[in-house]
């Protein structure tokens, strides 16, 4: 009976550790995404150029490889809406189950242009004619406050190939796919970046002469070589018209440069130095 009980003991407190470790890290926040869809002005262009299949499938694609690039970030509870179906039958339950309405914030992406064509260029002096596809990929995301519905922040987000790297081949003239997927996957990690850096700014959490390190992993987007501008915050700012918070004031304290990435942080070394300190913000500096 004494074993039994112990047996028991060590049962409900392995449930209650599993419990545990399904649950959300502290402290992140519930971002619900919604599911990724055309226009209709974009849906019938690319029917009637017959490229509907072509934009459906990067439509599908950007979706799902949204929610990867989320989740790979770590900052957020990720709650996807075009899951819903599934969890509703898996579960057994209704989708008013899974409407997301606990989250903190809600993305919607959707896209507003879509371009698929094949461009041909004859060089006579070498007597060769080369064939390429040509993609265009655009979206518009929202980020809205999921509890006043107020818009946050909105950006715009394209992607197109420039190179000749996906040349037609073969006797009917198709390519293979590999452009659309890599064009839909950068896509999904620009947006997962803007998010987070709306949501969670790139900090500086440790700083060590002329070295910094920053909050920011592999999964981020940061790679070595790319220039980031630090920023110390300030007082909050109050627009005078509305009295609504314009967030804090922000004075630029130098430059960085990233020289290694690991999974979780980056190191940078120290470009300008005009009061770098634990706690600064940082913003790439595109070039």
Do not use: C, H
């Not at 502290?26 to 919604?34: I, P, T, W, Y």
């Not at 790319?226 to 627009?239: K, N, R, S, V, Y």
């Not at 130098?254 to 300190?277: F, L, N, Y």
């Amino acid at each position: 009976m004494r074993l039994t009980r112990i047996l028991l003991a060590l049962v409900a407190a392995m449930v209650s550790v599993a419990s545990l470790s399904a649950q959300a890290p502290v402290g992140l926040k519930k971002l619900a995404v919604g599911k990724v869809k055309a226009g209709k002005a974009v849906s019938a262009a690319a029917l009637k150029a017959g490229k509907a299949i072509s934009m459906d499938r990067m439509t599908e694609a950007l979706d799902s490889q949204l929610i990867a690039a989320l989740e790979s970030t770590k900052k957020y509870e990720i709650l996807g809406r075009s899951d819903a179906d599934a969890l509703a039958e898996e579960a057994g339950a209704t989708k008013r189950a899974f409407d997301f309405g606990d989250s903190d914030y809600l993305l919607v992406v959707s896209v507003d242009d879509f371009q698929d064509a094949v461009q041909t260029a004859t060089f006579a002096a070498l007597g060769k004619t080369v064939t390429k596809r040509v993609v265009r990929f655009s979206a518009v995301g929202k980020i809205y406050d999921s509890k006043t519905n107020k818009v946050i922040a909105t950006a715009n987000f394209q992607e197109q190939n420039f190179d000749a790297e996906e040349q037609l081949g073969g006797k009917d003239g198709e390519t293979s796919d590999a452009l659309l997927v890599k064009l839909t996957r950068l896509m999904a990690e620009k947006i997962a970046q803007r998010v987070v850096d709306i949501g969670y700014p790139a900090r500086v959490i440790a700083k060590t002469n002329k070295t910094i390190t920053i909050n920011r992993g592999d999964a981020s987007g940061i790679a070595t070589g790319q220039l980031w501008e630090a920023f110390a915050l300030g007082a909050d700012m109050i627009d005078p018209d509305t009295g609504k918070s314009l967030g804090k004031e922000e004075m630029s304290v130098g430059k960085v440069r990233v020289t290694r990435v690991t999974p979780s942080t980056s190191q940078a070394e120290i470009v300008e130095d005009a009061g770098i300190d634990r706690g600064a913000v940082l913003r790439r500096v595109e070039q």
